[in-house]
Every structure is written in structure tokens, then in C-alpha cells.
């Protein structure tokens, strides 16, 4: 008897995906396979018994083969580590195969918050990273709603052909395209940016937040000191 998949293999899966661990035996006899997880020492399979109350786990075994790979199904996080494929001869032989699990997110570019003047362009970039496998899909989402097939409403969403990177282009912004813009994507963490379309204002001056304390930043703005008074004393009612 020997093993034929190499001791020590490492198989990547990500998040909500199908792992499968293999393990090659040949010339088996009549000994047995049984997987553990070697974390916890805990009995996943006998044969092609799956003794794990954890229903995700199970052998994929056909009579006329010599292999015994461990399906994990819906993986998660606490899947990764070490496992073990062993046959019952006297004494036991194994071989350990690693799982490592990553799980894909989304990210869209630029800083977490946007401001744009009215009538400039929104220009969106998203990509799915950590993703070992092809998203299905990418979709942009304004405050919960889905907006990839709204080109009547000035909305241009390309996608590339593997889905791993989406842009977004709203040539002509008004105020009603504020608010909060999400990537999601099927087998991805989203992510989210905020634009603020302001309305009349320069996007230079903006209203930054930390732990309740507010700052007024306008740089680069040359103006008569009458409209400087007037937009200061507006800001500071705004806070009021």
C-alpha cells in the first residue's frame, strides 16, 4: 500500500466554495481510509461514512477508483488547517493536506467618501479581490437599490469579461446621485463609498467628522471676505 497524492499538499478555497482534499491510495487491500481533523482531532469519515454531525462533509468514492478526497462544502473560515488521510493498516499511515481559506471582498477605489460639484462626473472603479474563482457578477447598488440597467437614468456600468472589475459612470451628476454606492458581488465581502453631491458649495469645503467634532477645509478658494463670513456662520447654524 502507498499513497500516490503527495504528503503535505495545500489546496486553497475561498469562502462559500466546494473544497476537495484528495487522497490517492494504491493497493489498498483491506484497509479502510478515515479523514480527521487534526485541530481537534475530530473523526470526519470511515470509509465512505461520514461521522461528522457537520452535514458539509462527505467522501467522494467510486468502487473501480483508489481515490478517497474529502468534500467540504460551503467553506468557511474555521475550515482551514491540517487533515488527515489515514489507512488502517498496523500500524496507521497517513499523509496531512492543508486547507487554506481565503475569503474574496470587493473594493472600490479611491477614499471612502466623494464630493462633486453638480453636473461633474461620477466615476466608480470596483474589483473582486482574493477571489479564487470568478465572480458571477458584479452589481452597484445606490442607497439599496440596484442601478446596473439604469442607463435612462444617465447610469453606465462595463463590466470585464471575468467579472473581477466593474466601473460605474454617471457622466452628469445632480444632487438626487447622493448618497451611499455599493460593489456586490456573489462570492465577495461588498464594499461601499459615499458621495456627496454638493449642492452650490465648492467640493473643496467640506465637513469632515471625528468623534463629533467638525472642521471646515477650504483650501485653494479665493473669495471676498463678505461671502467667507457668510458661508462660516451658515456651517456654523449647520452644526447647531
Known amino acids: 500500500m502507498y499513497f500516490e497524492t503527495d504528503n503535505h499538499t495545500t489546496i486553497a478555497s475561498q469562502v462559500g466554495s466546494i473544497a476537495v482534499l ?4 494504491r493497493n489498498i487491500g483491506e484497509g479502510v481510509v478515515s479523514w480527521i481533523r487534526r485541530k481537534d482531532y ?3 469519515t470511515i470509509g465512505v461514512t461520514t461521522y461528522s454531525s457537520d452535514e458539509r462533509f462527505n467522501i467522494i468514492h467510486s468502487e473501480d477508483t ?9 467553506v468557511q473560515l474555521r475550515d482551514a488547517g491540517l487533515y488527515e488521510c489515514q ?9 496531512f493536506v492543508k486547507l487554506d481559506v481565503v475569503e474574496a471582498k470587493a473594493e472600490i477605489f479611491g477614499p471612502s467618501e466623494k464630493y462633486l460639484k453638480p453636473g461633474s462626473m461620477l466615476r466608480l472603479t470596483c474589483r473582486v479581490v482574493q477571489s ?5 457578477y458584479i452589481f452597484w447598488y445606490h442607497n439599496n437599490r440596484m442601478i446596473n440597467y439604469d442607463a ?3 447610469v453606465n456600468v462595463s463590466t470585464e469579461a471575468d467579472n473581477r472589475y466593474s466601473e460605474l459612470v454617471i457622466s452628469h451628476t445632480n444632487t438626487l446621485n447622493s448618497g451611499n454606492y455599493s460593489c456586490v458581488s456573489n462570492n465577495a465581502v461588498a464594499a461601499s463609498t459615499l458621495v ?11 465637513q469632515h467628522g471625528d468623534h463629533g467634532n467638525a472642521v471646515l477645509v477650504a483650501s485653494h478658494i479665493h473669495l471676498p471676505l463678505a461671502i467667507v463670513t457668510y458661508q462660516v456662520i451658515n456651517f456654523v447654524l449647520n452644526m447647531h
Open 22 to 25: 484528495p487522497c490517492a491510495v
Open 42 to 44: 475530530h473523526l470526519l
Open 66 to 74: 483508489e481515490e478517497w478526497p474529502l468534500q467540504i462544502k460551503y
Open 87 to 95: 489507512v488502517s493498516t498496523h500500524p496507521p499511515t497517513s499523509i
Open 132 to 136: 479564487n474563482e470568478p465572480p458571477l
Open 152 to 154: 435612462h437614468r444617465g
Open 196 to 206: 456627496h453631491i454638493l449642492n452650490g458649495e465648492n467640493p473643496a469645503a467640506m
